[in-house]
T-cell receptor, first 115, second 112 residues
């Protein structure tokens, strides 16, 4: 299995809703990432988990709450989002070294619309 | 901070080589250069990466200048399916703090 699987593919939520995005990989990668991408912009890093521990939080608002239940799963819990949070949310995974590896593997993303 | 600069758009004729340049003049000695591409509304797809030496795989070649201040991604025989946004990226940091520093991307249009 050489894929990162994200669910759901599309999500519409109200500003008072609570929802979760899910990401799964079975490549044995020990680092997992959440990115946010707005239209015509590159992905922006939100969080990095390394060996199931949060190692980087890029000053993301607390209405986004990441969780890594085990080495294969990564969740992003959403609560009280704003319309400007509408974007493509990408999950990625990688090994913890640049040498001899094929880089970071990205999922297809969740298209989130906040209404 | 290491960052990359790319032309915003390029055109290429189908069957010809596409040469996509990238400037990363502030790159540090241990930072790798990565190239990814993104077809509309899909997740980024890994193409190639390198540190100092030129690299080649089944998708592309990566030419890195000796001073490492710039690189060129070469798609040897572009097809219509290569139409995408191509990102030149520097991987900064080490261990738990590695993260990708993305350029703004080059939108490549391959024309019939």
């Amino acid at each position: 299995d050489t894929e990162v699987t994200q669910t759901p593919k599309h999500l519409v939520m109200g500003m008072t809703n609570k929802k979760s995005l899910k990401c799964e990989q079975h490549m044995g990668h020990r680092a997992m990432y959440w990115y946010k991408q707005k239209a015509k912009k590159p992905p922006e890093l939100m969080f990095v988990y390394s060996y199931e521990k949060l190692s980087i939080n890029e000053s993301v608002p607390s209405r986004f709450s990441p969780e890594c239940p085990n080495s294969s799963l990564l969740n992003l819990h959403l609560h009280a989002l704003q319309p400007e949070d509408s974007a493509l949310y990408l999950c990625a995974s990688s090994q913890d070294s640049d040498e001899g590896v094929r880089g970071y593997t990205f999922g297809s993303g969740t298209r989130l619309t906040v209404v | 901070d290491a960052k990359t600069t790319q032309p915003p758009s390029m055109d290429c004729a189908e069957g010809r080589a596409a040469n996509l340049p990238c400037n990363h003049s502030t790159i540090s000695g241990n930072e790798y250069v990565y190239w990814y591409r993104q077809i509309h509304s899909q997740g980024p797809q890994y193409i190639i990466h390198g540190l100092k030496n030129n690299e080649t795989n089944e998708m592309a070649s990566l030419i890195i200048t000796e001073d490492r201040k710039s690189s060129t991604l070469i798609l040897p025989h572009a097809t219509l399916r290569d139409t995408a946004v191509y990102y030149c990226i520097v991987n900064r940091g080490a261990g738990n703090n590695r993260k990708l520093i993305w350029g703004l991307g080059t939108s490549l249009a391959v024309n019939p």
